[in-house]
Each structure stands twice: as structure tokens, then as C-alpha cells.
């Protein structure tokens, strides 16, 4: 058995990974809210947990990776009344371009991808458990968590509730017997929607989802928690104490947070216009060279996007193509299990060091580039090919590589594989990889129709 540490939050401290139950390790990711079209932030968590759960599948037979959808709150409901669309329409466009981009950066499906509104009763149940022990009460429509009956309230983000107050972090509102309450379920406003329930109808509070959602897919208590370090206060402190409340003990054993990603060295917000759209860079570059940004750095450090990395990430990933292309054989690429020296797997094992696996496989890349003999080639391509495939690069025939991603006039026999490339995509029902050549062929300038008998291009 490899080893994993994994940098735990609840200990603030380094640790062995030792799952519940080592035949079915269990893991919850926050996803995103769907009310706008992500960011290449929101892109980070996606990417790094996609790599955790490629290295648990690699280690345990069975793994089961939740990550939910917020498909309402404040933020939907304001943006859906500002389009005059109802609630389920723009969620599902957002979501269609979500997993549109999901694929085109090589995620993984994921074992479950829960949408809160889905599961209102199993919150509603939890509100009652809460009610009935004392940790929830209800006043003026709204239920709301007594945060000072919570032992240890502040336990993951290490924030005394005097600090939180003082931090101004709380709302303070007539309703709350103080002000440190959260809520857990608020009344039905004018056109938002809502659901019926013995408490009136109205809405659930965000942190509630996903208390509901892990435990009704993973359990009271399952292995890794995980999410941006944004969400350590208050979602996920808030998240522990409604579970602590309803079922007695810690839900997860593992909090893994991720760093923030700055653009050009600031924070994205709307006010500095910097926003930098996860579809928009998509259309630009390919889905492994927006991936191998992300993994750049260290998930716990805070990332830099910028037009310097996105360039290097491009150029190692060409080396690394290139010195694949050297291996002239490659239907032999197919893994053969010998994990025994892989440096990709210690290096992913201690704490999901990304950059030190992108080092060794660079490391490997020049020596391919050096070896000459072919089956030393052979051999080091499969071993290249095996360390990329935990990180999810390299997954691309080689051939269809260099066309993508080259500045340079396309010939007619890169325009002929691309389009081989699409047709096989298209045939395995990959539709946003098959868009995605085609919107690539489009910026050289190559249209493509569709017609009964296949598909032809011409230069615009
Ligand atoms: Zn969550």
C-alpha cells in the first residue's frame, strides 16, 4: 500500500491518510453555485480534487467522490429575476456549460453530483433532528443553528466567536437570539422560490446542502472533506456543527483546503473587471494547458494565472508531446503496472505535491529527448505516460497535439488529423472535445461543415 499525507486543517498538521474503511474511501468536494459562468478560479478545486481522486482510485479499490451543484441562493435568485427566466432555466445553462468544460479539462466523472434543490426533505429532516435536540429553534419564519450550544464552535477555522464578532463576520438581525446564529431555513420572500415544509415555506441556507448532501451519500462520517479556503469560514465551520448537532460526532476526518488564485498578481472581482471566464480561456487553450497552470503550484499556496505561466505550461507540455512522438510505437504505451520507483506517485502521496510531479515529469521528458535506443525510449514513454495519466495530462494522441496548440499556419495534413481527431470524438460521444476542435480550427481560419457523408472543411 502507498503512503498518502494529506495536510489535515482540523489538526493544522501534516498526516498519514488512514480511511475509515480501506475498501471504500469517501470524499466530499463544495462545487460550484450556479449562477454565472465559472471562473478560472472556480476551475482550481475542480482540478486538484479531480488529481486526489485519480491518486485514491490509484491507491484503494473503490472511491466514491461527491461534489455538489448550489443550484439556489441569493446570488441565482437575483440574477434569474434580473433575466426574467425562471429559477431551473438558468441553472441548467449554467450547469450544461459547466460540465461542457468539466470534460475539456479532463475531470473525471465524479461518483455523484447532487444538486441541493433535489434534496430539500433530507434537509428538512436534518433541521428536525437539529429542533429536537436543542441546537436549532425557530423565530419569525425563520429556523436558525444556536451557535453557542456547539462545543469547540470555531474548531476548523480557529476563530474564537469574541474574534468572529469583533471580525464583524456575523449578521447581526432582530430575529437571532444572537448574533452568531446562522440560518438554517428562511421564509418564502415575494416571487423567490421556495418549498413547503413544517416550518413554513421558504428556502434552506447554504451551509445546510451540503450537510445534507454528504450525509445522504457518503454517511454520518466519511473520510476527506474538501473545498477553496474561502469556505472554511463560515460554510464549512457552520457545515461541521450542523452534523456535530444532528448526529453527534465529526462528519468528515479530513478537512483538505485549497489556496485562493489571483490574476496578474490581484484578486478577479467584478469591480476591477479582471474576471477571467473558464469558458472564454477555454476556447483559447487547450484543456491541459489550463490544467497544468492549476497544478503549477502547490494547492495549499495561492496561484498566479497569468499570460508567463499559461506560456510555459504550453511550451513543457510540447516537449513532453515531442519526446512521446520520438516512440514510434504507440500502441505499446498502454500502462504496465510497475509502480515500484514512481516518483510521480511519492510525490503526489506527500501532501499532492503537483509541482515536484510536473518536475519528475519534465525530468523524465529530457531524458527521453536524450536516450536515443528505442526501447529505452519506449520504456520511459510509458513510465512519462503513466505518471501524466495521475495528473491527467497527457491523454491526447500526439499527432492531433501539435496543430492545437502551434501559432503557426496549419498545413492540410494537421488540418486532416484534426479532423480524424473530431471524428473519433465525435464517435465516442465526446461532444465537447469534438466543439472544441472545431472552435480551434475555426481560429486558424478552417471551417468545418457537416454534412450526411462526413464532415468537410475549407479555408475561410
Ligand atoms: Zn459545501
Redesign the pocket.
Known amino acids: 500500500m502507498k503512503k498518502l499525507q494529506l495536510y489535515n486543517s482540523l489538526s493544522n498538521s501534516l498526516e498519514d491518510f488512514v480511511p475509515i474503511e480501506k475498501n471504500n474511501v469517501r470524499m ?4 460550484p453555485t450556479v449562477y454565472a459562468s465559472p471562473h478560472i478560479g472556480n476551475a482550481r478545486p475542480m482540478v486538484i480534487f479531480d488529481v486526489l481522486f485519480r491518486l485514491l482510485k490509484k491507491i484503494y479499490q473503490k472511491v466514491t467522490y461527491v461534489r ?1 451543484i ?1 443550484d439556489v441562493d441569493d446570488k441565482i435568485n437575483a440574477r434569474a429575476r434580473e433575466r426574467s427566466i425562471a429559477l431551473e432555466e438558468l441553472t441548467n445553462e449554467v450547469i450544461g456549460e459547466l460540465h461542457k468544460n468539466m470534460a475539456l479539462l479532463n475531470l473525471l466523472p465524479v461518483s455523484n453530483e447532487p444538486r441541493a434543490t433535489f434534496h430539500i426533505q433530507e434537509m428538512l429532516s436534518i433541521i428536525q433532528k437539529l429542533m429536537d435536540s436543542g441546537y436549532a429553534y425557530a423565530s419569525h419564519g425563520h429556523i436558525l443553528f444556536r451557535v453557542r450550544k456547539m462545543p469547540n464552535y470555531g474548531m476548523l477555522s480557529k476563530r474564537s466567536l469574541d474574534e468572529m464578532i469583533a471580525g464583524s463576520r456575523v449578521e447581526v438581525a432582530p430575529y437571532k437570539e444572537d448574533p452568531m446564529d446562522f440560518i438554517l431555513w428562511k421564509p418564502a420572500e415575494d416571487g423567490s422560490p421556495s418549498w413547503d415544509s413544517p416550518f413554513g415555506a421558504g428556502r434552506p441556507g ?2 445546510l ?2 450537510s445534507a448532501m ?1 450525509h445522504k451519500y457518503l454517511g454520518e462520517k466519511f473520510d476527506i472533506h474538501a ?1 477553496g479556503q474561502d ?1 472554511m469560514f463560515p ?2 465551520e457552520n ?1 461541521l456543527a450542523q452534523n456535530y448537532g444532528a448526529f453527534g460526532h465529526l462528519m468528515a476526518n479530513y478537512w483538505v483546503h485549497n489556496g485562493m488564485l489571483l490574476a496578474d498578481g490581484q484578486k478577479m472581482s467584478k469591480s476591477l473587471g479582471n474576471i477571467i471566464s473558464l469558458d472564454e480561456i477555454l476556447r483559447q487553450y487547450d484543456g491541459e494547458i489550463v490544467r497544468y497552470v492549476l497544478l503549477g503550484s502547490h494547492y495549499q499556496k495561492t496561484l498566479n494565472w497569468n499570460q508567463q505561466a499559461i506560456s510555459q505550461a504550453k511550451r513543457s507540455l510540447d516537449r513532453m508531446y515531442g519526446a512521446l512522438r520520438l516512440n514510434n510505437d504507440e500502441e505499446q504505451l498502454e500502462p504496465e503496472e510497475n509502480d515500484d520507483d514512481d516518483k510521480v506517485l511519492e510525490a503526489l502521496g506527500s501532501n499532492l505535491n503537483t509541482p515536484l510531479a510536473l518536475h519528475y515529469l519534465r525530468q523524465i521528458t529530457e531524458k527521453i529527448h536524450e536516450a536515443g535506443d528505442p526501447s529505452v525510449v519506449r520504456k520511459l514513454c510509458r513510465t512519462l505516460r503513466r505518471g501524466a495519466k495521475l495528473l491527467g495530462i497527457l491523454e491526447r494522441n500526439c499527432e492531433d497535439w501539435f496543430p492545437i496548440s502551434s501559432g503557426e499556419e496549419i498545413t492540410e495534413c494537421e488540418i486532416e488529423s484534426l479532423m480524424e481527431a473530431r471524428r473519433r470524438a465525435k464517435n465516442e460521444k465526446n461532444f465537447p472535445l469534438a466543439d472544441q476542435i472545431r472552435a480551434q480550427l475555426l481560429e486558424k481560419n478552417i471551417k468545418i461543415e457537416d454534412m450526411k457523408s462526413g464532415s468537410i472543411w475549407s479555408r475561410k
Request: charge should be negative; hydrophobic fraction near 20%.
Open positions: 466530499y468536494v463544495c462545487g455538489n448550489t447554504w451551509h446542502e451540503c454528504s473545498g469556505l460554510h464549512h457545515e
